[in-house]
Every structure is written in C-alpha cells, then in structure tokens.
C-alpha cells in the first residue's frame, strides 16, 4: 500500500487542521466558520468569481458577513477608503449606482455605501416582468456623502465589475432647473 | 505555423476516406489535459467524431464526472478520503455551427451500480489536434502538440457506469444543438451524494459535407465538499471548505465547467 495517491489532493498538516477546524464547528456558526477559514473579502470576491457563483445568495451572504467583520474599511473588491465624516444635516440627494452583478441585494449596496457615509434608503430595480435584477439602483444620501460616494466608489471594483456611480440625473436635472430659476 | 483553419462549412464534399482532422481549442480535453488538472477537475470529455458510410457525421463523447479526493497526505491509497469535493448535477452540450441534429443519446434514469459497455466499429479514420494560441513579438500563433487519433474499421468501446445514487438523464436537442442534464430523481427523495460517472453520449448531425465545426461543453453544477461518508456538509460550511483550499491554492480545475470549440483543419 502507498500513502498519498497520486489521484488525490495531498494535504499538509497544517492544511488539515484548517479544514478540521471549519467541519467541526456548528452549521449555524458562520462568524465561527469564517474564522477558521480566514476573514479576506477580496480574496473571497475572487474565489465567487472563480466558482460562477456570483449570484448564489449563500455565496454572497458569507461575502457579506466577511465585510462586516473585517475591522479595515474595504470597498467592494480590493478598494480601500479613508474614514470619512461629514455632516448628514443636509438634504438627502440620491445617488445611482450601475453595473451591478446579479449577486448585489440592498444589503451589500448598504454595507459598500456605509464605509463612505450616512445611507437613507437603498432601492435597487428589478424588471417588471421578469422580477430580475436590472443591475441597477439607488442609494438615498446626505448630499455632502453623496458627493464623496461618487468620488470614492465611482469605478470601484465590486466583485470583478466596476461600479457606476453618479448623483442621479433626475436630481441633477432639478438642480440645474432650480438653479436657472435663481439666476 | 500550422495549417490554416477552413471556413464553417464550405459546401464542397471531402472524397471518400479522407482523413479528417479536427483542431480543439483550448486543448481541455480529458487526452490533452495535465495529471495535475486531471486529478483536480470534476468533469471531463474526450469526443470521437467518426463519418458514417452515409455521410453523416457521428460525435462520440465519453464523458467523466467524479469527485476530487482529498486526503492528508501520509494518509494510504486505499482509505477513504478525507472529504470528497464533487457535484451532484451536471450538464453536457453540443452544438453543430451548420448542421441539424439527427439523432443523439436520448434520456435515461440510471439506477445504483449502473454499468453498460458498448462497442462499434468506425467507419472513418480521423484525428483530434489540441490548438494552443500563443502570443509572441512577431504576432498570434497556434500551435498543436500531440493528438488523438482514430482509425477506421477500429473498434471503439463506450463504457458507461453510475455509482453510488441514482440520477436521471434527460435529453434535449434543439436544431444544432443536443443537451443532456443529470439530476437527481424528482421526488422527495435527497440525493445526498456526488455525481461519480462514465458516460457514453452521441450525436448525429445531417450531411457532413464540407466541414463541420462546433462546440462542446460540460458544466458541473451545486459543488460541495462531502466527508468520508460521501454525504455533503450543509452549504455554508462547505463553501468555506473549499475557500479555505482556495487560499491554501488548491484549485479546482474549471470550477465552471469546460468549453472547447472543433474546427475541422482544412487539408
């Protein structure tokens, strides 16, 4: 008999205990589970994209709670921000954000939007008749975080797309309106 | 630099006995593939094409679908393994660029320990090249290295075994293009184990004038990691299992399945 068949993954010692010490914690334990895997959002981001699993929700709740429990701020995949403080008094202004991945729900927007500012309300857009994500939506904010939600995370890679993100054109429209009356 | 690939379908017949070759790309097939990418993929194809004396062009694919074993590495061949990572759906396609299906593999349920062996005798001789593309300062290349080949009048046997738990085979062919889908019974019976399998399938597409060109593919869907009772860890848990062998860089090989396109060479 020969140890290690060549047909098989050959583990080290201290790779089967990494794997022992997911397998005997309890199923409902996924902070635990995490732990014992390793917390890296980014690395996980790739590791959905690799498996296709872009829109499992199991996939993407652990990718989820991977963020919350990282102390760093990330953004999306492989962004970081500084912290950012500013004032929320001001009149909410809502933001778009675009080239979503079906796997985005208005959890993972919140979470993404929450590193820079204060979020209001996420609504992201499913289409009427299939109830499908369109890959879109909007995040209600203060307009001094909008304006840094759209400096910040414009272009930033959110599970392998980068995101759009811009103060919404209706609101921007109004504003010129508002403005002309003015002048 | 090698031959130049011919058009779709030129419409003008290749004469009788012709050796035909076909160039896959990339070059994943089960033959062409490393032992390292062998050991670590969960669903592989080899396929055989072959003319038939009435001119028509008949595609054997053997397909294997199987866990990747994973052990300590003192531990002995012949132990179970630790955990098995495998899939419990699969699906399999082929799709002709001009020709209609005529006739393929049609739909089964196969039961525990299911095995059938087939044999035919080929009627062409034909070659299957692995097409690689490289990139260079003097510009794109492709280049073959090794190939398959089949001689007419040989006998080819198909073998096809199921193991474990029963999976129904369904099969849907749709102009150019033939799908077969694994999966578990319908019922409320849960099919708890992975996919561990030969398979035999062919098509049969209509006049093989000209060259015929296409692609196939083979796609492993719901992976898991299963223990050594072959039964699956609930999703999460597993999810994190194979995360954690993806930051160790144990790979799976095409996670998502395999997709090689068949373009016949022009002679």
Known sequence: MTPNPENSIALSDEERDSLRAIAEKDDQDIAGMIDAAGADSTVFANFIEEMGCTADPDYIQIYSEMMAIENAEPVGVGVRVESVKLSSRAAPVRVYVGNLPFAANETLIRLIFERVGQVLHVSLINDRETGRPRGFGFVSMPAPDAQQAVAVLNGANFLGRPLKVQVAEEVARSSRQGELKNN | ?267
Not at chain 2, 136 to 152: L, M, R
Not at chain 2, 221 to 229: H, R, T
Request: glycine share 6%; hydrophobic share 40%; proline share 5%.
């Open chain 2, 1 to 267: 630099m090698s031959e130049q690939l011919g058009p779709a379908k030129t419409g003008v017949p290749l004469p009788p006995g012709n050796r035909r070759t076909w160039r896959v790309s990339p070059p994943d097939l089960m033959s062409f593939i490393s032992a390292e990418n062998r050991k670590t993929a969960l669903a592989l194809f080899d396929f055989e094409p072959d003319e038939l004396e009435n001119g028509k062009l008949r595609v054997d694919l053997r397909a294997a679908i199987k866990p990747i074993e994973v052990r300590h590495k003192e531990a002995f061949a012949l132990t179970e393994a630790d955990y098995y990572i495998g899939c419990t759906s699969a699906s399999i396609e082929i799709e002709f660029d001009s020709d209609l299906v005529e006739s393929h593999s049609t739909g089964a349920a196969f039961k525990v320990a299911y095995k059938h062996s087939e044999t035919r005798k080929r009627s062409s001789t034909t070659k299957i090249e692995p097409s690689v593309e490289l990139s260079s300062a003097i510009g794109d290349v492709t280049v073959s290295a090794g190939s398959s080949s089949y001689e007419a009048g040989n006998e080819s046997v198909f073998e096809t075994s199921f193991a474990y738990e029963e999976r129904d085979l369904a099969a849907v062919a749709a102009g150019k293009s033939v799908k077969w889908r694994f999966d578990p019974p319908s019922g409320d019976k849960a099919v708890r184990s992975f996919l561990f399998c030969n398979l035999h399938l062919f098509a049969i597409c209509g006049a093989a004038q000209g060259r015929q060109n296409g692609a196939m593919s083979i796609k492993p869907s719901d992976i898991s990691v299963f223990g050594p009772d072959r039964r699956s860890f609930a999703k999460k848990k597993s999810i994190l299992l194979l995360f954690a062998l993806y930051r160790a860089k144990r790979r799976i090989f095409r996670p998502r399945g395999i997709t090689v396109r068949f373009e016949e060479v022009l002679a």
